[in-house]
């Protein structure tokens, strides 16, 4: 899997996943396991739905 999530976009994701699991466990609900899905594209740097759309926001560094 090559990256496709930038830096940015890595933390946003990290941080809106964790406080829709925060708020589901808070409230406990069930819609709070929604929050994985963000948590884990920003954890692995890759977005399946970004591949199939073809964005990339992962800079590329130079060797």
Excluded: F
Aim: aromatic letters at 8%; proline letters at 3%.
């Amino acid at each position: 899997m090559k990256c496709n999530v930038g830096d940015r976009e890595q933390v946003l994701r990290i941080g809106i996943g964790s406080a829709i699991v925060l708020a589901g466990a808070y409230y406990k609900k069930w819609w709070g396991l929604i929050g994985i899905a963000p948590i884990v594209t920003g954890v692995t740097r890759y977005c399946p739905l970004n591949a199939a759309l073809g964005i990339s926001n992962c800079k590329e560094l130079s060797k």
